[in-house]
């Protein structure tokens, strides 16, 4: 159907005020899904070690970010009402008041259950006090020559300020007392961040590096008496702020921030349960903070350390290790002549990156035949043989263009040293436009094929062009051909790089222009549809959904009648279920090995069904603020199979999670004497993919 790009929704008769879920607590309780999958007992034990480290990390980012942006925006005075209908103060202390909530059970299920169920299989993670006087005698020595050359302890006084402590960063609080004055005094010692999480006391023994450092600050305060010690942890507001002016490079502006971000207002205070109230009290004062941004735990802190005991050489402890397929492009046949013969949807990490994704770019920079490459990167790996090529075929004389976006979040660097090294390569390096980061995943390839045909081979996906995600995220891709699309990804290039306003195309969506109104004209299509007695049917796959407008758009369908069913990783404003307003809608989420990434939108059309693949989620950033791009798939068979997919995770049979119009996430239940179908486990087990013992 044809996208009018002005077109206004509908609106009909009013939906309720109290219609949206708070996004914030839908976030937490999208953590408090990876937490159960730490807690569940059937999962391999040390991927229930990483999922404890993921529940950390996550929760780091989300107060560094969410929780720093609404606390900032509260004292600036810009806080609003959220569309939830909570004031930003309610916002605020409901979201302390589960993130405490959960703190405490990832602390619990540490201590509780995975770490007494890692000695049992021989890995002990130990407190100094627990380890053996060889082993400690062992550490002494590690001690003297890794550890206590890099610390400095600073002492707080009359002379010396109370120190400045950076964001994430691991601490010790220590009271020591001088013998002759009877004084006593404060002093910080940082854990270096650089050396590991836990530390090897003897094989598979290991215990956290602060508890080295706590048995060794005699030697730091040598005359002095260490009264007492304890560690502490700050997160701080770490989102960005660039002014985007035209008198500034971006990449300057960026690098400025960068260095100012360091220096971001404390948002939370993590402490273990046995310090005192005096040093407690004490670092509440210095780092001006209030009691709710104060969080106790059971040590020990920064359990986002636990990768590394996730990684160990234990291979019954993990799941079963697989080869991704490649069977989607034949490695002995030309990547230009499969894909000019039919589109190709890969699925990754299900099919090679390396074969299909990577590989046309590889091709393409040592392919004499071809002119010209343009590509979008928002995340790459540090060696990325992606830009690698890039730069090779730069320096073959084709013409490269690379649309760098400096602002992916926490990317920051890597992406400003690889804008740099591909510039010195002779790759043409554009930054995308002011006020809208380029998020859309495209790849151009420019070939004259022997027939005489100058043509386009594309790639549009729907995760990063990063080898090392590729094997962790599941992300769809379609290589095509196909001349329509050539001359839509050409077109949104030139978008990307010059001054065009392309206004429509013939298989792309793309935000912020026609996105929003695509979508929910085909949504508004789906409602007449079952009014006409034609076959109709919503079906979404998404890492997030947020923005208003598209979940009106789905509740408007659901009155009308129209199923509507939505598969979600994470965020979910959408209530569903609720009598009178969202009856038909159903919302589920899977979690497991695999981060699922893609993001799918299916329309019945009736009966010829409309599906789209591509970066966006249904947010108000992705939307609004950033170049997104969906495409259609015309393939019927691959529609039919991205069909499929998402009926399956719908399935009350399948692993994964129900929502309710409450807001309760509940994990389906297995059947009396069967079992849930674990979709990641089935497409890893099904005939395309070849498995390998482990």
Same mark, same amino acid.
């Given at each position: 159907?044809?996208?009018?790009?002005?077109?206004?929704?509908?609106?009909?008769?009013?939906?309720?005020?109290?219609?949206?879920?708070?996004?914030?607590?839908?976030?937490?309780?999208?953590?408090?899904?990876?937490?159960?999958?730490?807690?569940?007992?059937?999962?391999?034990?040390?991927?229930?070690?990483?999922?404890?480290?993921?529940?950390?990390?996550?929760?780091?980012?989300?107060?560094?970010?969410?929780?720093?942006?609404?606390?900032?925006?509260?004292?600036?005075?810009?806080?609003?009402?959220?569309?939830?209908?909570?004031?930003?103060?309610? +916002?605020?202390?409901?979201?302390?008041? $589960?993130?405490?909530?959960?703190?405490?059970?990832?602390?619990?299920?540490?201590?509780?259950?995975?770490?007494?169920?890692?000695?049992?299989?021989? /890995?002990?993670?130990?407190?100094?006090?627990?380890?053996?006087?060889?082993?400690?005698?062992?550490?002494?020595?590690?001690?003297?020559?890794?550890?206590?050359?890099?610390?400095?302890?600073?002492?707080?006084?009359?002379?010396?300020?109370?120190?400045?402590?950076?964001?994430?960063?691991?601490?010790?609080?220590?009271?020591?007392?001088?013998p002759e004055t009877d004084a006593t005094m404060f002093a910080r010692v940082k854990v270096p961040p650089l050396l590991p999480r836990f530390i090897e006391a003897s094989p598979d023994r290991f215990t956290p590096l602060e508890d080295v450092i706590a048995a060794h600050l005699g030697q730091l305060f040598v005359g002095m008496e260490v009264v007492e010690h304890h560690a502490f942890r700050v997160t701080r507001n770490q989102d960005l702020e660039i002014d985007e002016d035209i008198s500034e490079g971006l990449l300057q %502006?960026?690098?400025?921030?960068?260095?100012?971000?360091?220096?971001?207002?404390?948002?939370?205070?993590?402490?273990?349960?046995? /310090?005192?109230?005096?040093?407690?009290?004490?670092?509440?004062?210095?780092?001006?903070?209030?009691?709710? !941004?104060?969080?106790? $735990?059971?040590?020990?802190?920064?359990?986002?350390?636990?990768?590394?005991?996730?990684?160990?050489?234990?291979?019954?402890?993990?799941?079963?290790?697989?080869?991704?397929?490649?069977?989607?492009?034949?490695?002995?046949?030309?990547?230009?002549?499969?894909?000019?013969? @039919?589109?190709?949807?890969?699925?990754?990490?299900?099919?090679?990156?390396?074969?299909?994704?990577?590989?046309?770019?590889?091709?393409?920079?040592?392919?004499?035949?071809?002119?010209?490459?343009?590509?979008?990167?928002?995340?790459?790996?540090?060696?990325?043989?992606?830009?690698?090529?890039?730069?090779?075929?730069?320096? %073959?004389?084709?013409?490269?263009?690379?649309? +760098?976006?400096?602002?992916? @979040?926490?990317?920051?660097?890597?992406? /400003?040293?690889?804008?740099?090294?591909?510039?010195?390569?002779?790759?043409?390096?554009?930054?995308?436009?002011?006020?809208?980061?380029?998020?859309?995943?495209?790849?151009?390839?420019?070939?004259?094929?022997?027939?005489?045909?100058?043509?386009?081979?594309?790639?549009?996906?729907?995760?990063?062009?990063?080898?090392?995600?590729?094997?962790?995220?599941?992300?769809?891709?379609?290589?095509?051909?196909?001349?329509?699309?050539?001359?839509?990804?050409?077109?949104?290039?030139?978008?990307?790089?010059?001054?065009?306003?392309?206004?429509?195309?013939?298989?792309?969506?793309?935000?912020?222009?026609?996105?929003?109104?695509?979508?929910? !004209?085909?949504?508004?299509?789906?409602?007449?549809?079952?009014?006409?007695?034609?076959?109709?049917?919503? @079906?979404?796959?998404?890492?997030?959904?947020?923005?208003?407008?598209?979940?009106?758009?789905?509740?408007?369908?659901?009155?009308?009648?129209?199923?509507?069913?939505?598969?979600? @990783?994470?965020?979910?404003?959408?209530?569903?279920?609720?009598?009178?307003?969202?009856?038909?809608?159903?919302?589920?989420?899977?979690?497991?090995?695999?981060?699922?990434?893609?993001?799918?939108?299916?329309?019945?059309?009736?009966?010829?069904?409309?599906?789209?693949?591509?970066?966006?989620?249904?947010?108000?950033?992705?939307?609004?603020?950033?170049?997104?791009?969906?495409?259609?798939?015309?393939?019927?068979?691959?529609?039919?199979?991205?069909?499929?997919?998402?009926?399956?995770?719908?399935?009350?049979?399948?692993?994964?999670?129900?929502?309710?119009?409450?807001?309760?996430?509940?994990?389906?239940?297995?059947?009396?004497?069967?079992?849930? !179908?674990? /979709?990641?486990?089935?497409?890893?087990?099904?005939?395309?993919?070849?498995?390998?013992?482990?």
């Amino acid at each position: 159907m044809t996208v009018n790009p002005g077109h206004i929704p509908r609106t009909g008769e009013a939906l309720p005020e109290d219609r949206f879920l708070d996004r914030e607590e839908s976030w937490l309780r999208f953590n408090q899904r990876v937490l159960e999958l730490a807690e569940d007992p059937t999962l391999p034990l040390l991927e229930r070690v990483r999922f404890l480290s993921i529940f950390s990390s996550n929760l780091d980012e989300f107060f560094m970010v969410r929780v720093a942006g609404l606390a900032r925006r509260m004292a600036t005075g810009l806080a609003v009402q959220s569309a939830s209908g909570r004031q930003p103060r309610e +916002v605020l202390e409901r979201t302390g008041t $589960v993130a405490h909530e959960l703190m405490l059970r990832h602390a619990a299920c540490f201590r509780d259950e995975i770490r007494p169920a890692l000695g049992k299989e021989g /890995i002990d993670l130990l407190r100094w006090d627990e380890l053996a006087e060889t082993e400690q005698e062992r550490l002494r020595r590690f001690f003297r020559d890794r550890i206590y050359p890099v610390l400095t302890p600073l002492v707080v006084d009359s002379a010396h300020p109370f120190p400045y402590i950076s964001g994430l960063s691991l601490n010790l609080a220590v009271i020591v007392r001088d013998p002759e004055t009877d004084a006593t005094m404060f002093a910080r010692v940082k854990v270096p961040p650089l050396l590991p999480r836990f530390i090897e006391a003897s094989p598979d023994r290991f215990t956290p590096l602060e508890d080295v450092i706590a048995a060794h600050l005699g030697q730091l305060f040598v005359g002095m008496e260490v009264v007492e010690h304890h560690a502490f942890r700050v997160t701080r507001n770490q989102d960005l702020e660039i002014d985007e002016d035209i008198s500034e490079g971006l990449l300057q %502006a960026l690098e400025r921030e960068l260095l100012r971000r360091r220096f971001g207002p404390v948002v939370r205070l993590e402490v273990e349960e046995s /310090i005192s109230a005096g040093v407690l009290e004490l670092l509440t004062t210095e780092l001006a903070i209030e009691e709710g !941004q104060i969080y106790r $735990v059971g040590g020990p802190l920064d359990l986002g350390g636990l990768a590394a005991i996730a990684d160990l050489d234990r291979p019954d402890l993990k799941y079963p290790p697989f080869v991704p397929s490649k069977e989607a492009i034949p490695e002995d046949a030309s990547i230009f002549g499969a894909i000019r013969e @039919r589109d190709v949807l890969v699925q990754h990490p299900y099919d090679s990156f390396t074969t299909t994704v990577q590989r046309l770019i590889e091709d393409a920079a040592a392919d004499p035949n071809v002119l010209a490459i343009k590509q979008t990167l928002y995340r790459t790996s540090g060696d990325s043989p992606v830009v690698d090529a890039l730069m090779s075929a730069a320096e %073959a004389g084709k013409q490269v263009v690379v649309v +760098v976006e400096l602002k992916a @979040r926490f990317d920051e660097r890597a992406n /400003i040293a690889w804008a740099r090294k591909l510039e010195t390569a002779g790759c043409h390096v554009v930054y995308g436009f002011v006020g809208l980061k380029t998020h859309c995943k495209l790849a151009l390839v420019v070939r004259q094929d022997p027939d005489g045909v100058l043509r386009r081979y594309c790639h549009i996906g729907t995760g990063n062009y990063h080898p090392k995600t590729a094997r962790l995220y599941e992300d769809f891709g379609l290589l095509t051909a196909d001349a329509e699309v050539g001359e839509d990804v050409s077109a949104l290039f030139n978008h990307l790089t010059g001054y065009s306003r392309q206004g429509s195309y013939h298989r792309l969506l793309v935000a912020p222009h026609s996105l929003r109104s695509g979508l929910v !004209q085909r949504i508004e299509h789906e409602i007449d549809n079952h009014r006409n007695g034609h076959a109709a049917r919503v @079906r979404v796959k998404c890492n997030s959904l947020v923005d208003e407008v598209v979940i009106d758009a789905l509740y408007r369908a659901s009155r009308a009648g129209v199923p509507v069913d939505i598969w979600v @990783r994470g965020i979910c404003a959408l209530r569903p279920g609720v009598p009178g307003l969202s009856e038909t809608v159903r919302v589920r989420s899977v979690l497991g090995r695999f981060l699922e990434h893609s993001r799918v939108f299916a329309f019945e059309n009736g009966g010829d069904p409309e599906v789209w693949i591509g970066s966006a989620d249904l947010m108000h950033r992705n939307l609004d603020r950033r170049v997104e791009a969906l495409v259609t798939v015309t393939d019927r068979a691959q529609r039919d199979r991205l069909i499929d997919l998402i009926d399956m995770a719908m399935d009350d049979g399948a692993h994964a999670w129900r929502l309710d119009g409450e807001g309760t996430w509940t994990r389906n239940a297995p059947p009396p004497g069967g079992t849930l !179908q674990d /979709i990641q486990t089935h497409l890893v087990r099904s005939r395309r993919w070849r498995t390998v013992d482990g």
